[in-house]
C-alpha cells in the first residue's frame, strides 16, 4: 500500500508538480491511508516536492470548502487521495472555490470502476485494486503468524471480512 503512495506521487512529481497535497481519512497506524501517506512521504524525501504539513489533511468527513488544505495561501497543484469518495469532495470544492484541479494533476485509490462512475471521475487517473487479492494476502499472513509468532506481542487488525476465503491454519 505505501507503493501505491509513492508512484502516485513520483507521478506528480514527474509531472513538474513541487506542491503536492494528501487527502485521506483518518489515519489509523498500519492501516489504508496511512500506508499511502508513508509513500507519499517517502517520494517526497531527496525529491524538489515542498515540504509543507498544511498540504497533509486527513478526515472521515466529505470536504465542504472550509478545511485547512483548501485554505492555505499558496495551494497544492497537485493532490493524492488514497480514497475515490473524497477525491470527488475534493474535486467538488476546488471548483466550487473557482480553482477546479486538472483531471492530471490529481491521483486517486479505488476498487473499481463503478465508483469512479458513480461520483463523476472517469478520466482522472487511479491505481485499483483488487478487494479479493488484499483479503487472500492478508491470511496468507495471518497464517504465517500463526505457525510462527512474532519475537515480540503484535496486535492484527483485518478491516475487512471475506466469505470466500479458506478457514485459517494453525492455532
Given at each position: 500500500e505505501s507503493v501505491m503512495g509513492e508512484m502516485a506521487t513520483r507521478r506528480l512529481l514527474e509531472r513538474g508538480h513541487r506542491r503536492i497535497g494528501f487527502v485521506s481519512g483518518n489515519l489509523v497506524e498500519g492501516l489504508w491511508n496511512t500506508q499511502w501517506l508513508k509513500g507519499y512521504q517517502r517520494a517526497a524525501m531527496n525529491?524538489?516536492?515542498?515540504?509543507?504539513?498544511?498540504?497533509?489533511?486527513?478526515?472521515n468527513e466529505s470536504l465542504t470548502g472550509s478545511e485547512p488544505i483548501l485554505a492555505v495561501t499558496r495551494p497544492a497543484t497537485g493532490y493524492v487521495v488514497p480514497d475515490i469518495r473524497l477525491a470527488a469532495s475534493l474535486v467538488t470544492a476546488l471548483n466550487a472555490k473557482g480553482t477546479p484541479?486538472?483531471?492530471?494533476?490529481?491521483?486517486?485509490?479505488?476498487?473499481?470502476?463503478?465508483?469512479?462512475?458513480?461520483?463523476?471521475?472517469?478520466?482522472?487517473?487511479?491505481?485499483?485494486?483488487?478487494?479479493?487479492?488484499?483479503?487472500?494476502?492478508?491470511?496468507?499472513?495471518?497464517?504465517?503468524?500463526?505457525?510462527?509468532?512474532?519475537?515480540?506481542?503484535?496486535?492484527?487488525?483485518?478491516?475487512?471480512?471475506?466469505?470466500?476465503?479458506?478457514?485459517l491454519k494453525g492455532n
Open positions: 525529491s524538489p516536492m515542498e515540504s509543507d504539513p498544511q498540504l497533509i489533511h486527513s478526515s484541479i486538472a483531471r492530471e494533476s490529481i491521483i486517486m485509490s479505488g476498487p473499481d470502476v463503478r465508483l469512479r462512475e458513480r461520483y463523476g471521475l472517469n478520466g482522472f487517473p487511479w491505481i485499483g485494486y483488487d478487494v479479493n487479492q488484499l483479503a487472500a494476502v492478508a491470511v496468507q499472513q495471518l497464517q504465517h503468524v500463526c505457525q510462527e509468532p512474532a519475537p515480540c506481542s503484535m496486535e492484527i487488525v483485518v478491516p475487512f471480512t471475506h466469505q470466500d476465503l479458506p478457514p
